[in-house]
């Protein structure tokens, strides 16, 4: 049982670049999540998804994008990279109104 | 802006002691959580408690919920060095479909 999977785990990427992270779950929960993690500033809501073929806006979704076609992933898309997406992003999912699981956490360094 | 405040930023204390971090949040809510992060890794869930209780245990660990104040506390009690991590708890939006988090008690305890 793996439970929350990110992938990569590292990535350097210059600016204007595009890039997908994925996250992958095997526990069936409906609810999948993207944080972005930076110092001082806790963990702060990208987007989440309450079923497979939803998405919606956290509180800091301008300049990603995201997918959930199959219900076991979510995917994370910057279109263009900029330094201030320089950051630790995290995956989460849960059932309804149940812990979350999250992933191992993706640093991702925009020069 | 973030639902869930944590208090103190920072906690600093010996081996054997006593630690106790606050949440204090805005809205109402259905449950509130408590997770731990250890240095470069993801949140592990540790607790989570429902509107209805009051108090809550496991293990060392005792979480008391103030719905009148909006409030919550996590006790840990005779700390070990390896409880050095950051707590964040966490309380779900108003529609109650995504988690969002605190920025967090940095917890240090010394041997």
């Known amino acids: 049982n793996a439970g929350v999977t990110q992938t990569p785990k590292f990535r350097v990427l210059k600016t204007g670049q595009s890039m997908t992270l994925l996250c992958a779950q095997d526990?069936?929960?409906?609810?999948m999540y993207w944080y972005r993690q930076d110092p001082g500033m806790g963990l702060r809501l990208i987007h989440y998804s309450v079923g497979e073929g939803t998405t919606a806006k956290g509180e800091v979704p301008d300049g990603y994008n995201v997918s959930r076609l199959k219900k076991q992933n979510f995917l994370l898309g910057l279109e263009s990279a900029a330094p201030s997406q320089t950051s630790v992003y995290f995956c989460?999912?849960?059932?309804?109104?149940?812990?979350?699981?999250f992933g191992q956490g993706t640093r991702l360094t925009v020069v | 802006s973030q639902q869930g405040e944590e208090d103190p930023q920072a906690l600093s204390i010996q081996e054997g002691e006593n630690a106790t971090m606050n949440c204090s949040y805005k809205t109402s809510i259905n449950n509130l959580q408590w997770y731990r992060q250890n240095s470069g890794r993801g949140l592990v869930h540790l607790i989570l408690i429902r509107s209805n209780e009051r108090e809550k245990h496991s293990g060392r660990l005792r979480v008391t919920l103030d719905t009148s104040k909006k409030s919550s506390s996590l006790l840990i009690t005779a700390s070990r060095a390896a409880d050095t991590a950051s707590y964040f708890c966490a309380t779900e939006n108003q529609a109650g479909t995504a988690l969002i988090f605190g920025k967090g008690t940095t917890l240090s305890v010394s041997s």
């Open positions: 989460a999912s849960n059932t309804v109104r149940a812990g979350a699981f």
């Open positions: 526990m069936n929960h409906e609810y």
